[in-house]
Every structure is written in structure tokens, then in C-alpha cells.
């Protein structure tokens, strides 16, 4: 877990005042762990939230005296919340009007001079790279989001929309987001996501970082195609197309025609996702999802519609 420096960048700049809420230390058993973090803001019906620190009364609790709770905040779950999990949180809230003060890789604040404690848990960050959130007494420090892993989604349609919606809000992913017009885009793009719009999207993978994940399912086969070679000859993390057995048939063809070797062919997962969750985008989407987190492989087939 760590702090999303950009999304509450866009949650001021779109609501003014932001609360932050974070769980800044657990004991036993407890909804989420420390990092876990929600960005609050007032409304004219009372207050509005992203993100979730979880726990149903904890949260609403929290939420609702975003802008009037103390700094930190103990809270036996049992006892004060009326919750079944038997632990204990301590939560930090802050209230920012600007993010453009906060460090661009790790942050450190608590009150009066910066323990010898958490001096030398920044020094070991910056020298080994690996940070965790911790409470250190009344400091708090917490490494700033970085997207680290860039995915490239080729295709608007129904399901390049699902599965954006669906794996925009994970704070490692730079979602680039490629098709041909405007308007096979929705009026609003998730936060985050990077909008490339081109008459020849395939003449966009050369810049692509080499290290890319591709997820391809435009309107066209024949575009999909061209993709798919491009994407060999210019090397990839990951590539995956979405399609049925027929369709993959005859693209490892017409892929081998083109001069790839079967090794080759074989780096690209076609189809994409769980095919046993269903044909509905948002179906689809899920699948997707759960396999850009894991790393998972699937060789099964969507079946002979969806391609």
C-alpha cells in the first residue's frame, strides 16, 4: 500500500478540500491493513468518498467526521464500532487543500522534529528501495504510488471499456488506452488513464515501452492482426488477445506467414481472461483483471462468439 499522490491531486482540483483516511496501525483482527487509505469530500448532502478503508461502521464512521476528527484516532473495533472482527485501528486523517507539497517518492509528517526513528527508516528506503507504511509514534510515513507497470489496451468497444473501468483504479498500472476516434471513448476517462487516439493505431507500437503488457481487442480483426505482429517484432511483457479457437487458428497462420516462429506465436495468451465467467464485457473484464494481477496464463477458449 502506498500513498496516491495523483489521485488526490485529481480530488482536490475536482472538489476542493480532501480528507484523507488512512490505517495508520492495526492489532488482531482488523477489515484492512495499514496503508489502506479513503479520500473524502464534502457535498451539499453531506460528503462523498473514494477508496475504502473497509469495515461498514468503521468506515462510515470515519467518513462522516472526515473534516472534524482528531489527527489520530484508536478505535477497538468491538467496543466502539460494534464490529465482530475483535481488533483495533488507529487512523490518520488529514484534511490537504494542495498536494503539491508532498515529496515525490516517500512522505514523511508528524508533529515537531523528525524522530531518530523515522530518519533512518528513510534512510533505509532511499538506500534498498522497499518502504512499507508505518505509524512511528505520532509520525507517519508512507511511500508515494508509482506506476511501475505500463499496460497498453488496445480497443474502446464494450469490453476495452470494462476492463479500463476495471483495472484503472490499481495505483501500479499506466493504462494506455489506443483507438481510432474520439468517440469510441467514454465522455470521461477514468483517472490515470492515458487517451491515444490514431487513424493507424498500429503505427503507435513502436512507442510502447518494450517492457509493456498489451491487452488487444479492437473492432477488427485485420487490425488485431497487424497488432499482433507488430507487437512480436517489437517485444512485450506480456500480450494477450481476446478471441475464440477459430479466430487464434487463423492468426497463428497468418502470424507464421508474416515470419514468426511457433515459438514466437506462442508468447501471445489468446484467449484473455476466465473464459468460464461468461461472454458479457464486464464478465470478460473481471476475468481480465484477475489475470493481469496474477501473472496467470489461461489457454482456454471464450468459444466461437466471441471472436
Not at 45 to 72: C, M, N, V, W, Y
Not at 122 to 143: I, N, S, T, Y
Not at 185 to 205: C, N, R
Not at 221 to 229: N, T, Y
Amino acid at each position: 500500500m502506498s500513498f496516491d499522490k495523483d489521485a488526490l491531486s485529481a480530488a482536490i482540483t475536482k472538489h476542493g478540500r480532501v480528507a484523507r483516511v488512512v490505517v495508520a496501525e492495526v492489532q488482531g483482527s482488523t477489515p484492512r491493513e495499514v496503508g489502506a487509505a479513503m479520500l473524502v469530500w464534502q457535498t451539499p448532502a453531506g460528503f462523498d468518498q473514494s477508496g475504502t478503508i473497509g469495515g461498514g461502521t468503521l468506515e462510515f464512521e470515519a467518513a462522516k467526521h472526515a473534516f472534524s476528527a482528531p489527527r489520530l484516532q484508536r478505535l477497538p473495533l468491538g467496543p466502539a464500532m460494534g464490529q465482530c472482527c475483535g481488533g483495533a485501528v488507529t487512523l490518520l486523517t488529514e484534511v490537504f487543500e494542495s498536494a503539491s507539497d508532498i515529496p515525490e517518492d516517500i512522505f514523511a509528517r508528524g508533529p515537531g522534529d523528525m524522530p531518530f526513528a523515522v530518519k533512518k527508516a528513510l534512510a533505509e528506503a532511499r538506500a534498498q528501495g522497499l518502504l512499507k507504511p508505518k505509524l512511528h509514534g505520532d509520525w507517519m510515513v508512507e511511500p508515494i504510488t508509482r506506476a511501475t507497470r505500463p499496460l497498453w489496451v488496445w480497443g474502446a468497444g464494450h469490453v476495452g471499456r470494462a476492463i479500463v473501468a476495471t483495472l484503472a483504479p490499481l495505483p501500479d498500472l499506466a493504462i494506455t488506452w489506443v483507438d481510432t476516434a474520439a468517440n469510441r471513448f467514454p465522455d470521461t476517462l477514468p483517472g490515470g488513464v492515458t487517451q491515444l487516439i490514431a487513424e493507424h493505431p498500429e503505427a503507435l507500437m513502436a512507442y510502447a515501452p518494450p517492457e509493456a503488457e498489451h491487452l488487444i481487442l479492437t473492432y477488427s480483426h485485420a487490425l488485431d492482426l497487424e497488432l499482433c505482429h507488430r507487437a512480436l517484432d517489437h517485444g512485450f511483457a506480456f500480450a494477450g488477445l481476446i478471441g475464440s479457437r477459430t479466430k487464434w487458428a487463423r492468426f497463428r497462420s497468418r502470424l507464421r506467414d508474416l515470419g514468426h516462429t511457433d515459438a514466437q506465436i506462442d508468447r501471445i495468451c489468446c484467449p484473455i481472461g476466465q473464459p468460464d465467467l461468461g461472454k458479457h464485457p464486464q464478465a470478460i473484464a473481471v476475468g481480465v483483471a484477475a489475470q493481469v494481477i496474477s501473472g496467470r496464463k489461461i489457454t482456454e477458449s471464450y468459444g466461437e462468439r466471441t471472436g
